[in-house]
């Protein structure tokens, strides 16, 4: 059933519907992935206290997104192993010419409140999330429909999105700004979801007690203590979940909660700590209950050649790369769990191809030191690998700085900075030197996520001041393409302009570990690193 | 006695300002943007800003702030933290958590520390003397992050005789390991304390006279010299309590406790100055409390300390 989604979407033409239901099996045909293992009972899985309400416009982070994961229905549903998208509230998305999108949705798709999935919901919440005022955080999702920038001004008073518009009860078109192929792949995030009309009179108080379309319906939230989520019995889709109901117990920490799967108390943990990795100790703790996966997870390390002059020179970047021995560092630091990069972008995303960055991402002594000798040296006396302290990251940028000094014999120093506040806030204002630590988590499985939002000119998480006329105008271009398949091979080349103009160090691929009792059966780890709780059942 | 305690109750309101200011000021002047790491690896829209920013006053100097919240507080209302929950509410919870943590820590440590100690004062150099000097010098040097994962590896995961965590209930039971690792580190100081302090007092002439008037050993050392050498055990006691209700970061962490302690490290972390402030406020006044408690207990262990 996966392949043939993929099939459908790359070879859909403009004008076909771009995203065809694969799955077969029309309302009703609830979860098709959950051959083994009984449905019904309860679960108690690790949660984390999320940072905002319980909104999905408004959430952009892991703790708060997992629970909303269960709670909504989006237009669009990746699947659990490859992250593919297949249509979900979405009957069809077509455009004529990758800028305006007609989106048909199912009828039948009722909110928890009892009222139906319409268009305008859509809309409405999309138009709520990109209101300026409201300062949502999801709307930097929203920039691609045209009229998001007027009304995402800080003092905006336009409420409403030029780009979208309602044309009857299941159908809306969307206009995009410029030209976006792969549009239909971003709606199956979170901040996509359709928001009932009871959310617009009090969100603040919807926060607190969500009501989506997806398959559990929320029951409770005791702050810093346990969210609890249940089935919910008119989900009329096809990704429906299988256990009756789950409950999200709030720990602040990755050990505790980790014993208590070990003792049988906890059913399930995505948050393997430290400690048990060492010589993989979570697998002895827990035989056959243990899964890892590779997940969209890419670390590498930033430099912005404005701020720090000494590393304007791409050769010296790419010397500084090839003296990097990652398959050590992963080695001895993360037990051989991450994946040397090889490129710019995941493996897990559609669109990905191999070794893009060939041999200056492999590790070299005497090239490096060639290449520097080349490049005319290190200007500076010394060079320092920034990282923020109040998270894991001592032990692999201080390998890291090791394999530079022993290759380039520059004093490269790793840096802590307090936290995570102080060190984007350093980013923000342009003033880190050297290099620092970077890592990307994919929002939506493209290829085109891990290079318009990071090296486009401009983009939130460019850091690196990099623009480049070449980079983007194949961005530009593969955004207009006809069909996925020559977006994908325009991102390609984007993607090796990034090879030539080395504007930031890959350096690996992670991976996503999770653990669980003996009660659960069918844990499945999405490319996204977060357990599927859809599939998930109760093995008893 | 009563004049004192009004005067020292008096005292304490330039004490509970001076103090809440200066966490404010600190808090406020740690580098870092409060929005930073809630939008993910982005950094956040500048609309999602300027709304937060507005919302928790975030762009009026330091003492116009400090004076609104100020007013806030003194009508008993601590604000919102940055999660939109209220901070008195959520004080108050994890105040009856922490606080029955510290005060089960404070009993471990007073029951056994004291009758450890008492113990090996009596015969200095005796067998109960070494016993107590070996295993308390065991118990100072382990860290309490090692005593706590050890002791729930074995107790909890492997044996099953003890919790593993704290639920959100904290009941007795749940707490007796986690209180048991907290009070561990002071039950020895206070070992120590006492045994030293006794094995002095046992000189002192008023114990020999009481000796030598024949009075029964029980009360000789009981009533006459084990009181008497309460006083710093009492002192050590009033200021650990404090220190268990603010600092038991690392125990409330390992047993999933949802106290105190976490609550300011996180806030801290995310420079959710409120929520600090509002903590540390209430932590400042505990303080306060519990040592003019001490100090009016003096007066009962030992009768020459008067407070009038």
């Not at chain 1, 969307?174 to 971003?186: A, G, Y």
């Not at chain 1, 020179?313 to 560092?329: E, L, T, W």
């Amino acid at each position: 059933m996966r392949g043939t989604t993929r099939k459908v979407a790359v070879a859909a033409v403009s004008a076909v519907a771009l995203l065809a239901a694969g799955c077969g099996g029309g309302d009703g045909d609830s979860s098709d992935s959950a051959a083994a293992g009984a449905e019904g009972g309860e679960i108690t899985i690790r949660g984390c206290n999320p940072e905002n309400t319980l909104v999905a416009g408004n959430t952009a982070e892991t703790c708060g997104g997992d629970v909303l994961n269960v709670l909504i229905s989006t237009l669009v549903h990746y699947d659990p192993e490859s992250a593919e998208p297949s249509n979900d509230i979405a009957e069809s998305i077509e455009t004529d010419d990758n800028q305006n999108f007609t989106v048909k949705i199912k009828q039948g798709y009722m909110f928890h409140d009892g009222t139906e999935v319409k268009a305008k919901n859509f809309v409405d919440a999309w138009n709520y999330t990109a209101f300026g005022p409201n300062g949502q955080e999801g709307s930097y999702f929203m920039s691609v429909i045209e009229g998001a920038e007027e009304v995402g001004a800080e003092d905006s008073t336009t409420e409403e999105m030029s780009g979208l518009a309602v044309v009857d009860d299941y159908t809306f078109t969307i206009k995009t700004t410029e030209k976006v192929s792969n549009l239909p792949i971003r709606l199956g995030y979170t901040a996509f979801a359709p928001q009932p009309d009871s959310f617009f009179e009090d969100p603040e108080a919807f926060g607190k007690n969500p009501v989506g379309a997806g398959p559990y319906k929320f029951d409770s939230w005791t702050e810093n203590q346990a969210i609890v989520v249940s089935k919910f019995a008119d989900y009329a889709g096809e990704f429906g979940g299988n256990v009756d109901q789950i409950t999200f117990r709030i720990f602040q920490d990755s050990g505790a909660a980790y014993s208590e799967v070990v003792a049988g108390n906890l059913d399930l943990t995505d948050d393997i700590p430290t400690s048990a990795l060492i010589d993989n100790i979570y697998q002895s703790d827990l035989p056959d209950r243990n899964a890892a996966k590779a997940t969209s997870y890419y670390g590498y390390i930033g430099i912005n050649p404005e701020v720090d002059k000494d590393l304007s020179n791409p050769d010296v970047r790419r010397a500084i790369s090839m003296a990097i021995d990652r398959q050590q560092i992963v080695d001895t630091v993360y037990n051989g769990t991450y994946t040397p990069a090889t490129g710019w972008v995941s493996p897990v995303v559609d669109g990905y191809q191999a070794d893009v960055c060939g041999e200056s991402c492999v590790f070299d002594p005497e090239a490096a030191k060639a290449m520097l000798e080349e490049a005319g040296g290190f200007p500076g006396d010394k060079l320092t690998l920034s990282y923020n302290a109040d998270s894991d990251h001592k032990a692999w940028t201080e390998a890291t700085c090791n394999s530079i000094k022993n290759t380039l014999e520059i004093d490269c120093v790793a840096t802590p900075l307090v936290d995570f506040s102080t060190f984007l806030t350093k980013l923000s204002d342009r003033e880190m030197k050297g290099l620092f630590r970077s890592a990307w988590v994919m929002d939506y499985p493209s290829i085109e996520n891990y290079l318009g939002p990071i090296y486009g000119k401009g983009a939130g998480s460019n850091y690196f001041d990099y623009d480049s006329d070449e980079f983007n105008s194949l961005l530009s271009q593969a955004a207009g393409a006809e069909d996925l398949e020559e977006a994908n091979s325009l991102y390609q080349q984007a993607e090796q302009v990034l090879a030539q103009d080395f504007p930031t160090i890959p350096l690996w691929y992670g991976e996503s570990k999770a653990g669980w009792s003996e009660r659960v059966d069918n844990v499945v780890i999405t490319p996204f690193g977060r357990p599927d709780l859809r599939v998930l059942t109760v093995s008893e | 006695m009563g004049k004192y305690i009004v005067r020292r109750l008096l005292q304490m309101i330039p004490v509970v300002l001076g103090a809440t200011f200066l966490i404010y000021a600190m808090v406020f002047a740690l580098p870092g943007d409060p929005t930073a790491g809630k939008c993910g690896e982005r950094e956040c829209s500048e609309a999602y800003k300027a709304a937060f920013y507005e919302k928790y006053n975030l762009n009026d100097p330091l003492p116009i702030q400090y004076g609104k919240y100020m007013a806030n507080v003194v009508q008993g209302d601590l604000g919102e933290n940055q999660y939109g929950n209220d901070v008195a509410g959520e004080l108050g919870d994890r105040y009856l958590v922490t606080g029955k943590l510290a005060l089960m820590a404070l009993l471990w440590e007073g029951v056994i520390g004291i009758a450890a100690g008492a113990l090996a004062g009596i015969r200095k150099g005796g067998f109960m003397d070494s016993l107590v000097l070996v295993s308390t010098l065991f118990l100072i040097s382990i860290p309490v992050f090692v005593t706590g994962v050890v002791s729930q590896f074995f107790l909890g995961v492997k044996w099953g005789v003890a919790s593993v965590t704290v639920s959100a209930d904290a009941t007795v039971y749940e707490l007796l390991l986690p209180s048991f690792v907290l009070g561990s580190l002071s039950m020895a100081y206070i070992a120590r304390l006492t045994r030293t302090n006794l094995a002095e007092n046992l000189r002192a002439d008023y114990v020999r006279t009481a000796k030598a008037k024949g009075l029964t050993p029980q009360r000789t050392v009981g009533l006459h010299a084990l009181r008497n050498s309460l006083i710093p055990v009492v002192t050590f006691m009033g200021y650990d309590f404090g220190a268990l209700l603010g600092g038991a970061i690392v125990t409330e962490g390992i047993f999933n406790i949802q106290g105190v302690g976490g609550y300011i490290f996180r806030g801290v972390n995310n420079r959710d100055g409120v929520a600090v402030v509002g903590a540390v406020t209430v932590l400042v006044v505990a303080y306060l409390l519990v040592n003019l408690l001490v100090d009016l207990l003096y007066g009962l262990l030992d009768p020459r300390i008067s407070h009038d």
